[in-house]
């Protein structure tokens, strides 16, 4: 059989009606994909600049400063099971829009509140902790309303240029937070994340492609009032869903368990850093933008290998072969010793978004769409339920044995969470 001549193949592509646009062709996911970008950096210029106000210019204490973390954490473990229910039962879309237009407020009351008086930390802790209510819904909803968008074929590609887009985010935040800090200060840098979430709000309407339509609330099936007995069982579905698939559970408990390690690694790093490792503002925003390099790297090369190596066997592979450099961390010391830290969290941000691309696409592609919000609720409860708890963990850890063993313990938890994967099916599995 002949080769099909380029232009021919070309033209199939945008006539077959049967075969999807590719994604740089695809309006609805470029516009949901522009606007997350720019989200990104506006949120990424905050995860620099939040920390660092609370060190530098209100002298918070190594727990003190945990607990931003752990604020901005906490509602992933107190609501992600209702929101679950919630975003199978209203417009996507919608509520995508609500949740922006909330955090674009929340966010900006800092720069406001630095022209009228000074910030203090209690409004650094109930922004985070009500911004982090506002994102659990938002993405949740985000990523039920992705295999709407696109076709299910499309989905690692698509998971991986949001992941490449975190890791662009993580690249220019960080070293557009140093510049406007030296023209602007610390607390009106953060009018930029502000900012961002209006640039998405404009993205999503200009989105016109409807979700599936919401879930109607079932007939009660238990004790109690009708309304809170049905929402009750709606939350049960999702969990049996994720309980009862032992990859699903796999999943988890691998995820939920780097988590941990992970975000008491960053509820702790800005102290590290700038107390342990000596290094300064600038040197801090290059060594996360040379992590952020690297999760772009992977974000885009996902989808590749994806195919090499199989879109089941991947998922552990990215864990444990670029974890083995995560003993970098701690080995890390000032001056050139800051090029150690570097690479160990080059390697963390790799590892993170090849594995959190091939996790979602597995869980997408397998759930029926009718339970994609409490699907992706109840996977998040559980593995974003352990960040407040790692963020507590770090800033007590790291206050009663100090910084760098704190970072030993934390850094091998995080690379040990890949073998949970392998006493699990996905040991044996190539593909999904």
């Known amino acids: 059989m002949g080769k099909t001549p380029e232009g021919e193949a070309q033209s199939d592509i945008l006539t077959d009606p049967d075969r999807p646009a590719p994604l740089r062709l695809h309006r609805p996911f470029l516009l949901l994909w522009s606007g997350q970008t720019l989200s990104m950096v506006g949120s990424e210029v905050s995860v620099l600049v939040l920390p660092l106000i609370a060190v530098e210019l209100l002298g918070a204490t190594t727990f003190q ?225 040379f992590g952020a390099v690297a999760g772009l790297a992977g974000g885009l090369l996902a989808g590749r290998l994806s195919a090499r190596v199989g879109s089941a066997r991947i998922i552990w592979v990215s864990l444990l072969v670029p974890g083995v450099l995560y003993v970098l961390l701690p080995l890390a010391g000032t001056g050139a010793g800051l090029t150690l830290y570097a690479l160990g969290w080059a390697a963390l941000s790799l590892a993170a978004v090849v594995y959190n691309t091939a996790q979602i696409s597995y869980r997408q592609a397998i759930c029926p769409p009718e339970l994609l919000g409490r699907m992706n609720a109840s996977v998040r409860w559980v593995v974003w339920g352990t960040m407040p708890l790692g963020a507590l963990f770090g800033g007590a850890l790291g206050t009663w044995i100090g910084l760098r063993p704190c970072m030993w313990l934390c850094a091998l938890g995080a690379w040990a969470a890949g073998l949970l994967l392998l006493l699990s099916p996905l040991r044996r599995m190539r593909d999904q």
């Open 65 to 289: 400063t945990a607990l931003l973390t752990f604020f901005g954490s906490l509602a992933f473990l107190l609501i992600s099971l209702p929101a679950g229910v919630v975003v199978d039962r209203v417009d996507k879309r919608r509520l995508m829009l609500g949740c922006d237009l909330a955090r674009m407020v929340l966010i900006g009351s800092i720069p406001v509140t630095a022209l009228w008086g000074g910030v203090t930390l209690g409004q650094l802790y109930a922004v985070v902790a009500t911004a982090g209510a506002l994102t659990v819904f938002f993405d949740i909803a985000a990523q039920s309303y992705l295999p709407v968008l696109v076709d299910r074929s499309q989905l690692a590609d698509g998971n991986g240029k949001l992941g490449a887009s975190a890791s662009v985010a993580q690249l220019a935040g960080p070293s557009l937070a140093g510049a406007l800090v030296t023209v602007m200060g610390l607390a009106r840098t953060v009018a930029l994340d502000a900012a961002s979430y209006a640039l998405s709000v404009v993205s999503l309407l200009l989105i016109r492609t409807p979700g599936p339509p919401p879930e109607p609330p079932r007939a009660p099936t238990a004790a109690g009032t009708p309304r809170a007995a049905a929402f009750r069982a709606a939350v049960a579905e999702g969990l049996r869903f994720v309980l009862r698939d032992p990859v699903l559970r796999a999943i988890v408990a691998c995820t939920a368990t780097s988590n941990f390690f992970i975000t008491a690694i960053e509820s702790v790093q800005m102290v590290y850093l700038t107390r342990t490792l000596h290094a300064r503002p600038a040197q801090i925003g290059l060594i996360l933008g």
